[in-house]
């Protein structure tokens, strides 16, 4: 049967067509990337796309909007079940957007805030000297040891020294690159011995955190943003959370009114009308249905696992004689140092990527070499162990890349390495039409 867009877009058909077949026939070992439902797809391609539904559920600025509501609020009361939480904004567009207006709800123009160091695995919001968050305000950094027992690892005790020098306003958490788990206790404590905010932005483990298989931060944190996207297997967006015992220490005073303004009323309103205008309510529906999904039991089941595997892999490459940065995971994803086998990120990327096994080129801790070489590469497990990837698999996978990495120029041991991707591939099928 040939769709519609087939018959009257053949180039973009055709473009969507090729991205579906590169997905299913690929290693996607990208550690922010992963595989929604084909519910989550169909939600997307609606017409909700269409709606604009500006305000919140009940409060908009448009007619028409009374399943745009139901969707909302189907989402919001998802998003609270998931992560016990009282309050939660779903309109964010992206996980930047959501950083972003956190920012503008809680921080002025050149406030400082405390975060992990973008080269130690942050992320561009929380501070890069090209992003709005280290243009707007001033960044200050913790990283993670050089060596001895806690090499690879963050050290509370400095990240307490150094929030006592600087006396930020915000204190944040979260990390694109840092596969251990977070000690939300101890960053509270420090927040509080220095009257700091405590902000996690949990893009990349919220979906092992809704399952239980990190450590909870909603009793510590004041706001949890994130993405919906990685993890936690939904479409492409972003969310912001309010933790259990939030009460507005800093009752930030509104610029209108004057009134001291609780602090999900300032979030709501740093979204729209601050950072956004209308929501995408096709996304929303999206959000909706995967949240449902990520309640189920085998959501948690799959998290499990997710994590095993990733524990699975790193394991894999030490005893490959890789470096492992901090000699495993706690999480879903790894970080292999790469200069003792006399390879850059770079050429990893690009030789793994000649076997259709995508991965990213990545800075690892006190790097030598710039972003866009790196010293090393991530790694995760989320998309691969939503196609039904076990630990065997991927030690198995881990002997491909070793095989290929080794092999950069033989063109025929690479394509031994690809067909072998393929068998793997076949044997575990992703999506079997094209369009939802
Ligand atoms: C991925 C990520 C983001 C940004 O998400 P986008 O949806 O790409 O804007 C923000 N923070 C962290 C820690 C991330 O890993």
Known sequence: MTSLLQQN???????????????????????????????????????????????????????????????????RDRAKALFKAD???????????????????????????LGLDLAHGGHLTHGSPVNFSGILYKAEYYGVEKSGPLAGRIDMDRVREKALAIRPRMISIGASAYSRDFDYEAFRAIADEVDALLWLDMAHTAGLIASGVLNDPMDHCHIISTTTHKTLRGPRGGMILIGNDFENPFGKVAPKSGRVKRMSELLDSAVFPGMQGGPLMHVIAGKAVAFAEAGREEFKTYSAQVVKNAAAMAQEFVDRGYEVVSEGTDNHMCLIDLRNKKLT????????????????????????????????????????????????????????????????????????????????????????????
């Open 87 to 113: 309050w939660v904004n779903v309109q964010p567009h992206s996980g930047a957007s959501a950083n972003a207006a956190v920012y503008l709800a809680t921080m002025n123009p050149g406030d400082t805030f």
């Open 345 to 436: 990120g770079k050429e990893a990327e690009a030789v793994l990527g000649q076997a259709e096994i995508t991965v990213n080129k990545n800075m690892v801790p006190f790097d030598d070499q710039s972003p866009f070489v790196t010293s090393g590469i991530r790694l995760g497990t989320p998309a691969m162990t939503t196609r039904g990837l076990v630990e065997d698999d991927f030690r198995r996978i881990v002997s491909l890349m070793d095989r290929a990495l080794m092999n950069g120029d033989d063109e025929a041991k690479l394509a031994a390495v690809r067909a072998d991707v393929f068998e793997i591939c076949q044997a575990f099928p992703l999506y079997d039409t094209v369009l939802a």
């Open 9 to 75: 877009d053949p180039a973009v058909f055709e473009a969507i067509e090729n991205e579906v077949r590169r997905q299913n026939d690929g290693l996607e070992l990208i550690a922010s990337e992963n595989f929604v439902s084909r519910e989550v797809l169909q939600a997307m391609g609606t017409a909700f796309t269409n709606k604009y539904a500006e305000g919140l559920p009940g409060k908009r600025y448009y007619g028409g909007c009374q399943f745009a509501d139901v969707v909302e609020d189907l989402a």
